[in-house]
């Protein structure tokens, strides 16, 4: 097993092996390793003192921001308050030098009081409460050795932590589900409580113990929990659950945030009250032994645990489940399930879960569910999307006012009220925010600043220049001074001015007036005349800027070319009035869209259409290719942009697995990114180019399988097949006339 071993970030600490109560479904006493029976009932002071060592001398070699350590038994309270003061004591003075500490305590609850809670709220310790829903499903496991009733004593303690004085330091309930109860009366149940969240947990199994199914459905714990997410759904959701969210995070390309689904890490190791450290607990379900690692705080690292088999096979993420799961659509939410529930004796953990059905109908019941609502609108909305892409670039500006701190100056605090007066009077900012190139500005600015290449007059003079243009589109007559240090002047969307700086400028008639600090003025009446000291963004087809002179505009792949002679830009225009023309009349949709969507194409050297470090609405386009070749470049540069703008607003894939696909247009395989970003671009082609629509269809279908789409990327794949289908009408209805 290769790679950088994981250091533990969660110590579960036992500090009592015994328990007050005697429930059924206990992994610790009821399964298979019945080690508690040789452990001493509780922890000694020589093993408190070692595992502080040890989890310090950890924290300190890998760098670590937080620790938890999770207070556990049997049962912690029986442990006492006295020796629970020594346990945060000692964790507590061990660690504060070198990272923060994160204490917690799961209990069932029996013993708590005001003694222990006052201890609590003395070392910040959380406590969470096991707790199975109503007395009906709670009775039906977690009763005292006679028989009784534990729910009483339960339903006191949460009481008990909901007084205003412990409020804070309630971590929630944790329940674990059996099918023989009603769900929403134990959901129902545990929300009356008013817990700051819950955690439903499935019972341990494996598959030479598996899990009771009273009616014998293979789904009986998904039904049973979707019917919960109902419920929960329907009330809007009122209380986090941990098992939902992390599914819900995961369809949508986060990550995990449960040990229990996922394909992250193990990042957790358990001490027992000897000192010995030992894997995961739940374990202990497996076999005799299963979680043993041979290490003792007394003499072994945490970084010894972290390098032991055992514990390194639950790294591995998705080279670490069975090979049937690394093919399964749903492997990223459920990671393979529990790796304990993956158990069977002739193999080891080499399985999928004893729970692999119910995971599965679980992600796909929640999936189907909520896909509408999560998806990203702009996926299948062109306005959603270039609303959404101006929004990103007013957060980008908001941010950049935010880093500088006050550090502008004045020029900065000038230029920034002023672009509020001209927003408050007009759409000019909004226009000149919606220029693609002030993505780049703004990313160029920020990248200065946080790198000490920048100062705040320079960015105060960028800014002054876009308060500018936005000042003459919006015809807003307020004077804006630019810290210009002379040559050429750039109003973006406008054009580029030679004058020598600082300058002003202002709105005069149907143009505008730049005014030297020396008393030079340069006068421009007509915005889209060319004239002495003024070249202006010309315009083609549409509207669209035919942009030579933006200094932010060469940020593709390809060089951009200088200022174009006029007949150099007519005779570029007319190859692209007549390339949309043959768009137009092949693939009219997306024509109408790619012309409503490119507001900005610069002339670039080479034959490749760029998308580069740009707002949604910019291209690079070869300046010498003829109109056929320039109408496949629009098309794919059209495509290649609306996908990079999608990214920037949508996750459509995660990044933190290892899958590849079959590519139908090569033989190597390739990640899903590349396999999304071919099959659009092919679906896009199809229509105007024979030879596209069999690779894109092809590799639709192995995205419809890949586990590392989102609920976004879905709706996208299906949105192009839509499309294929649309194109492959047109066709067949064209070849009938």
Known sequence: MTGPLVPFREIVLKVHSRCDLACDHCYIYEHADQSWRTRPKAISDQAISWTALRLAEHAKKHALPSVSVILHGGEPLLAGPARLRRVCQELTTALAPVTDLDLRIHTNGLQLSPRYLDLFDEYGVKVGISLDGDRTANDRHRRFADGRSSHPLVLKAVDLLHQERYRHLDLGLLCTIDVANDPVAVYDALTALAPPRIDFLLPHATWEEPPPRPDGSPTAYAEWILAVFDRWNAQGRPVPVRLFESVLSTLNGGPSLTESLGLAPTDLVVVETDGTLEQVDSLKSAYEGAAATGFD????????????????????????????????????????????????????????????????????????????????????????????????????????????????????????????????????????????????????????????????????????????????????????????????????????????????????????????????????????????????????????????????????????????????????????????????????????????????????????????????????????EEEGALARALLRGFRRARLRALLDVADLYALDGSWTHPAPWQDAPVPASALLAGAYERAGLSGYEEGHADHAERALDLLENAAELTVSGKLLVAEVRKELCRSRERSIMLSRR
Do not use: K, M
Request: with cysteine; charged share 25%; net charge negative.
């Open 297 to 624: 705080v007394f003499g072994h690292s945490f970084d010894d645990v972290a390098a032991h088999p055992g514990v390194r096979a639950r790294q591995l993420g998705l080279d670490g489940v069975s090979e049937t799961c690394r093919r399964c659509p749903v492997v990223r939410s459920c990671g393979g399930g529990l790796y304990t529930h993956r158990y069977r004796a002739e193999n080891a953990f080499d399985n999928p879960s004893v729970y692999c059905a119910d995971l599965e109908a679980l992600v796909r019941g929640i999936e189907d569910r909520t896909a509408a609502a999560t998806a990203a609108p702009a996926v299948a909305d062109s306005g959603a999307l270039a609303v959404e892409q101006h929004d990103l670039t007013r957060v980008l500006l908001a941010e950049l006012h935010s880093e500088l701190d006050g550090r502008g100056g004045e020029r900065w605090a000038e230029a920034w009220e002023l672009a509020g007066t001209v927003e408050q009077r007009s759409d000019g900012l909004d226009e000149v925010l919606a220029h693609p190139y002030a993505r780049t500005w703004l990313l160029d600015c920020l990248d200065a600043l946080r790198e000490g290449r920048a100062g705040a007059t320079d960015l105060a003079g960028e800014l002054a220049r876009y308060v500018a243009a936005a000042a003459v589109r919006g015809r807003v007559d307020v004077p804006v001074r630019i810290a210009h240090r002379g040559g050429a002047l750039h109003l973006p969307t406008l054009g580029t001015a030679e004058v020598a700086g600082p300058v002003e400028v202002r709105v005069t008639g149907d143009g505008f007036l730049v005014r030297a600090a020396g008393g030079a003025e340069l006068r421009v009446a007509r915005l889209q005349e060319e004239s002495d000291g003024w070249r202006p963004v010309r315009r083609g087809t549409n509207g669209v800027a035919l942009d030579d002179l933006d200094p932010y505009r060469d940020r593709f792949a390809a060089p951009a070319t200088g200022r174009l002679t006029p007949g150099e830009a007519g005779a570029w225009n007319g190859r692209l009035e007549s390339a949309w023309a043959l768009l137009r009349d092949a693939v009219p949709e997306q024509a109408a869209e790619a012309a409503a969507s490119l507001t900005t194409l610069t002339p670039v050297t080479g034959t490749e259409p760029c998308v580069g470090r740009h707002g949604y609405g910019a291209l690079g386009l070869p300046l010498h």
